[in-house]
């Protein structure tokens, strides 16, 4: 089973079973994952230690697509992995970073991954303090997208960002502006045979139409 949840901020207090009572059936063999702004690997120090250790006592995987607040220098100290035909970053034995451009095999289901997006606020926020420069794909994650992708016939069951497409994007009234992510996940929506396409980043749960889902709290079951 894999499900699917928006953006957490460090507050994992949705994976309560209390709250998500689903878990009760679940093994490490199934899954949530995060849409980005997982927020856990925040501190990068033992600060972290509590509730990352928390997610990993859970009976399910958690996986997370970073989103633009991160702490991108803690992220980078976790070591790249291979994980179901992807590069992952391994936070704890089952909690993994799903990383930017890749593609994985999962429940014999095709995922196309694409965390970051553009922080509207840095004005008011500082490099590497409480804002990473990091937040936005490089021209390298941009161009490993495209080959994965190309790799596997641009054919995928489902994709998984923290921001939208720039033509859903400017649908909404939270973070609506066009960037050079939102612009390339355009293209890739209009080049790419996918069944559903899933995301996080504005704060709200809505069915935008048949493919397209935007969720924060709500955890959908999605295979």
């Known amino acids: ?8 901020h460090g507050n994992f207090l949705r994976f309560q079973l209390e709250h998500f009572p689903e878990q009760a059936g679940m093994t490490k063999e199934d899954m949530v994952i995060i849409a980005g702004d997982f927020g856990g690997v925040w501190f990068g120090d033992s600060r972290d230690n509590e509730a990352l250790d928390w997610l990993e006592s859970l009976p399910f ?3 997370f697509v970073d989103g633009n607040h991160e702490n991108f220098d803690a992220l980078a100290t976790y070591r790249v992995e291979e994980w179901h035909g992807g590069k992952i970053q391994r936070i704890r034995p089952h909690v993994v970073h799903l990383m930017r451009g890749q593609v994985y095999e999962l429940d014999g289901y095709r995922f196309f991954m694409m965390g ?14 409480s804002w990473w420069q990091q937040e936005l794909p490089s021209d390298e994650e941009y161009s490993e997208a495209l080959q994965n992708l190309e790799r596997c016939n641009w054919q995928v069951d489902y994709v998984i960002t923290h921001c939208a497409p720039t033509s859903i994007a400017r649908k909404g009234s939270r973070h609506n502006e066009a960037d050079r992510l939102t612009d390339f996940l355009q293209k890739i929506r209009d080049k790419t045979d996918f069944r559903y396409w899933l995301f996080g980043h504005y704060h709200d749960n809505r069915m935008i139409d048949a493919r397209h889902i935007l969720l924060w709290e709500q955890i959908v079951q999605i295979c």
């Open 61 to 63: 995987t958690v996986a």
């Open 116 to 129: 970051g997006a553009k922080s509207h606020d840095t004005d008011h926020r500082i490099n590497h303090i």
């Open 1 to 8: 089973m894999i499900y699917v949840t928006g953006d957490t």
